[in-house]
């Protein structure tokens, strides 16, 4: 019980009391004042109102409900009034209130953050698409932090329909080729096949029928390659034309604008001017090669330095200083290295160190360590109330210490495994952990499925085949797995044969299924079938499993030996989604060679060798970025460490590291406009920079704009015209597109677990009349917390010690006096 008191100031009350109390203890020395002492405090105690707070189950027969009715143009897939029975049912026998959403645009997560938290539960009658205002996934994880219960209700698809965007960017290059993705959605989930043309600049590209299996290609998008030979404005069109049912037409076109400019201006300075990176650079960039440095003068308007394989002893200090300040002031610069550069060239302890990312000594190995978590997300977790372990346990590994250096991947099995983290994530960034444990604390038991190990060993068989380095697997599971244990056996016999070590951990709990005849626990006889008993941990709930994860070994001098007589360093990718890595694929990419360098802290590695060595090491200094290019350009003298890297798609990690560099590509001068590309009744923002001195004027389609000026020679203004395809600014395209609220169609089967984690569920129009009302008056139960005063016992105390020693006095004289009675009479 917890004990707190309303007015604690009084216990200062207790000072006079003790103070009185002693100086009558000297004085008299008798019980009686500590009695009347300890009476005393308890009536001091009395003042301070102690109370504690017990807790109690409230529980509402008829709770609040707001019925949230979408009628947007998205729902017009869907029958008709979707959602009008239920709110008649509903009303009929509890309060509700009706909210209904119409027009183009659909407003889901206000409409949530709205009504959440106010003693509340919401029903949404929706297809799940939210496309302005507050973000749906942070509302729905408010209502989960306020307890507000959100159930969604959905309506069986009536007619399908299509849709086409094309993603990619907007300002490019001339003469370099630029990828361009093209996504398409479709309402239902069948094999649907499609006509797809694309038009450059009005003229049909390419035409060709695809096949689309599932809601979307997003994961493989159709990707088309397209350079432009002149500068300005220029114009992308994808058409799709279904084979079969479409509601919609308007969504079957894509328009998409593309802003052409000239080359950036790049300086490089190298002795090796027709090197891999040399010919790379010149192609898309308009280089200045230079053998040595050509002063401040001439880095200006240079967008980025490349310093390729050179001596520290190469720059004066004098000069040293000139780039530290380009470099601040906002340019880019990429240091290559090689044979005369980092560990080899002087760097150690240098000016040129101090801008750098790294030491240019030699690092300690990290990682070369790919952990799969493969997490048990089946009904009996829910029933048997272990899914809260299973969740935390996952959670609790990927913050080891030890684990730094790995990437961490996270897999889910019920009936089916599927990838919750979207891919290998490297632990040694925070945000990556934070968004890990956000991922994992939405995950939900699945009501309909089953637990099926093997298909979530299979799953994580197919992550880690091709990973180098140590290769860990963890399942945390209740360990019910009777009905899949002879196809789990043979999955987690396949990943042990791949070099996997595998783990398992088991949550005590009551599920039946975890245990057979003999009462012999199937995940222990898995683990030991397989030889690997001691990977086995059964633990209680509230545990967490200590598994003894060890820093992985550096490679022996035998082994890199080894590795160095095959002439071969295969590259990782440790931060896959960084804007240089996330379009590059370095699966069979590697090198030869490299320089030993250590990372700075706050400095991120992107690639690393299998061996953990960076070769590609990144961050900001000043306003500028920098980044460490740790091997060589293809065509170092005598050494050629990375010829593999300048060819093919491993060629793309040059560009993007450059293009990362330069960050802005656009010119600094004359006047440069930007405005994204938007769609229809969604207004662009657009900014204007002043670089020359004169009047800033801007004509939409030939109309003037009104401007702001918002910082030193920048202005900005919204512009939001009122028909698609392209509009021009004063020469600056700007594609308008249908309206978003026809690009997501169907059911948004992403939400699904956020619903369920607010305590929600999910159910079609018929299940919610039957079950959404029970099961929110069960939702209605919560624990609340009331104070419960404890003044009065103490004054009660107080009273019955009080009383108590009176009595006590009392007795005592009377015998006392009945003592002296008897002496009295026996004398007489």
């Known amino acids: 019980m917890n004990l707190s008191l309303e007015h604690p100031e009084m216990l200062f009350l207790i000072i006079p009391v003790f103070i009185a109390g002693f100086y009558l203890l000297r004085k008299t020395k008798t019980k009686l004042v500590e009695w009347r002492m300890l009476v005393a405090i308890l009536l001091v105690l009395a003042l301070t109102s102690p109370y504690t707070t017990v807790t109690q189950t409230i529980n509402e027969k008829d709770p609040s409900l707001v019925l949230v009715q979408d009628q947007t143009s998205s729902m017009s897939l869907f029958p008709e009034g979707a959602g009008t029975e239920l709110y008649k049912a509903l009303v009929a026998n509890t309060p509700t209130t009706l ?83 093209i996504v398409v959605r479709q309402a239902s989930n069948q094999s649907v096949s499609y006509l797809l043309e694309v038009y450059v600049d009005g003229e049909l590209s390419q035409s060709r029928d695809f096949t689309l299996d599932g809601r979307n290609n997003i994961d493989d998008p159709i990707k088309i390659n397209q350079a432009f030979n002149t500068l300005g404005a220029h114009e992308l069109r994808a058409k799709i034309t279904p084979h079969g049912e479409d509601q919609n037409a308007v969504n079957n076109e894509f328009s998409k604008s593309v802003y052409v400019i000239p080359k950036p201006k790049l300086t490089l300075i190298t002795s090796e001017l027709d090197s891999p990176l040399g010919r790379i650079l010149d192609s898309l960039y308009n280089v200045s090669a230079v053998s040595t440095y050509p002063g401040a003068a001439a880095l200006e308007g240079s967008k980025a330095l490349v310093l390729d394989n050179q001596l520290m002893n190469s720059f ?203 009462r012999q626990y199937y995940a222990e006889n898995l683990m030991k079938e397989l030889g690997l008993e001691d990977n086995y941990f059964h633990i209680n709930m509230g545990e967490r499993a200590n598994i003894g994860f060890e820093p992985t070994k550096k490679p022996s001098e035998e082994d890199e030996e080894e590795e160095a007589e095959l002439d071969t360093y295969p590259l990782i990718e440790y931060s896959p989604d960084h804007f240089i890595t996330k379009n590059v694929n370095l699966t ?148 308008v597109n249908y309206q978003l609220e026809s690009r997501d169609v169907g059911l948004n089967e992403d939400i699904e677990s956020l619903i369920v984690a607010t305590g929600g569920k999910i159910y079609n129009e018929k299940e919610a009349r039957a079950l959404l009302l029970k099961d929110a008056r069960q939702n209605s139960e919560r624990q609340a917390e009331e104070q419960v005063s404890l003044k009065m016992y103490v004054l009660i105390t107080a009273l019955v010690l009080y009383l108590g020693e009176i009595l006590a006095r009392r007795i005592r004289e009377m015998r006392k006096l009945k003592n002296a009675q008897v002496e009295i009479e026996a004398r007489t």
């Open 99 to 181: 909210v209904k959403l119409t027009g183009d645009k659909t407003s889901l997560g206000d409409t949530v953050t709205q009504y959440a938290g106010s003693g509340n539960q919401i029903v949404l009658v929706s297809d799940g698409n939210s496309n302005t205002g507050k973000d749906l996934t942070d509302a729905l994880e408010f209502a989960k932090e306020t307890d507000t219960p959100v159930y969604l209700v959905q309506s069986e698809l009536q007619v399908n329909d299509l849709s086409v965007e094309m993603l990619g960017d907007k300002t490019v290059v001339v003469d370099n080729q630029n990828e361009f993705n």
């Open 588 to 735: 069979n990419a590697s090198v030869t060679g490299y320089n030993e360098v250590t990372p700075k802290a706050g400095a991120e590695r992107l690639v690393i060798t299998s061996t953990g060595k960076p070769v590609l090491t990144t961050w900001r200094f000043g306003l500028g970025r920098v980044a460490a290019f740790t091997t060589d350009d293809g065509d170092g003298e005598g050494s050629r460490w990375a010829t593999a890297l300048y060819n093919g798609s491993s060629a793309r990690l040059i560009s993007g590291t450059i293009n990362w560099a330069i960050a802005n590509p656009r010119a600094e001068e004359g006047a440069v406009v930007d405005s994204p590309d938007t769609w229809l009744g969604t207004p662009s923002n657009l900014t204007l920079t002043m670089y020359d001195e004169g009047i800033p004027q801007l004509k939409l389609d030939g109309s003037s704009l009104d401007l702001a000026l918002t910082g030193r020679s920048t202005y900005e203004t919204s512009v939001n015209p009122e028909t698609t395809g392209i509009h021009d600014i004063s020469g600056y395209p700007l594609a």
């Open 316 to 518: 004066s200090e004098a000069q040293m200083k000139e780039i530290k300040n380009y470099v601040s002031n906002g340019g880019g610069l990429v240091v290559v290295g090689g044979e005369k550069a980092y560990n080899y060239g002087g760097y150690l302890n240098s000016s040129l160190e101090e801008i750098l990312p790294v030491l240019s000594k030699p690092s300690e190995y990290k990682g070369g360590r790919n952990l799969v978590l493969i997490l048990d997300v089946s009904p009996s977790t829910a029933a048997h109330k272990s899914q809260g372990d299973i969740l935390a346990n996952a959670v609790y590994i990927i913050q080891n210490e030890n684990l730094r250096d790995a990437n961490a991947e996270i897999i889910a099995f019920g009936s089916k495994g599927y990838d919750v983290s979207g891919g290998f994530m490297f632990l040694g960034l925070g945000q990556n952990r934070e968004a890990l444990k956000d991922k994992i604390s939405q995950l939900v038991p699945d009501e309909k499925s089953k637990t099926s190990l093997d298909a979530g060993l299979n799953t994580s068989k197919d992550m880690l085949t091709g990973k180098d380095g140590e290769l860990d697997a963890i399942v945390i599971s209740d360990g019910a797995i009777k009905d899949s244990y002879g196809p789990s056996l043979q999955a987690a016999k396949e990943l042990k044969n791949l070099g996997v070590n595998l783990y398992f951990v088991h949550i005590r709990s009551v599920a039946p299924s975890q245990t057979n005849e003999t």
